[in-house]
């Protein structure tokens, strides 16, 4: 069983940035590609980016691409979204979610096994 935590949200305002971070418990990442996903108030849940277990690959979103990166520290346990030139449109709860890295990289959330409780970010314009 993996457990997720994020932590790293807040409220910061348009062209600002933050660093939201996953740290798994219960077990190491390693095997495991890990997404992250936002959802805000009335939408669907949505594909932000995604890593694959050793890190050779990542896809994102094309509403982030350039602005947001994925990245992963197997020694610290932790994946890790740096974002950039943060917009009002990025409010939302963001959560990080892992699935078992069988060569393909996936944007589906309903394909993820592991989910962590998400971490609020709010941008004011």
């Known amino acids: 069983q993996v457990q997720l935590v994020e932590s790293g949200g807040g409220l910061v305002q348009a062209g600002g940035s933050l660093r939201l971070s996953c740290v798994a418990s219960g077990r190491t990442f390693n095997g495991y590609a890990v997404g992250w996903f936002r959802q805000a108030p009335g939408k669907e849940r949505e594909f932000v980016a995604v890593?694959?277990?050793?890190?050779?690959?990542?896809y994102y979103a094309d509403s982030v691409k350039g602005r947001f990166t994925i990245s992963r520290s197997g020694a610290e346990n932790t994946v890790y979204l740096q974002m950039s030139s943060l917009n009002p449109g990025d409010t939302a709860v963001y959560y990080c979610a892992a699935r078992r890295d069988l060569g393909t990289l996936y944007y589906q959330p309903s394909v993820y096994n592991y989910w962590g409780q998400g971490t609020q970010v709010t941008v004011s314009s």
């Open positions: 890593i694959s277990w050793n890190a050779g690959s990542t």
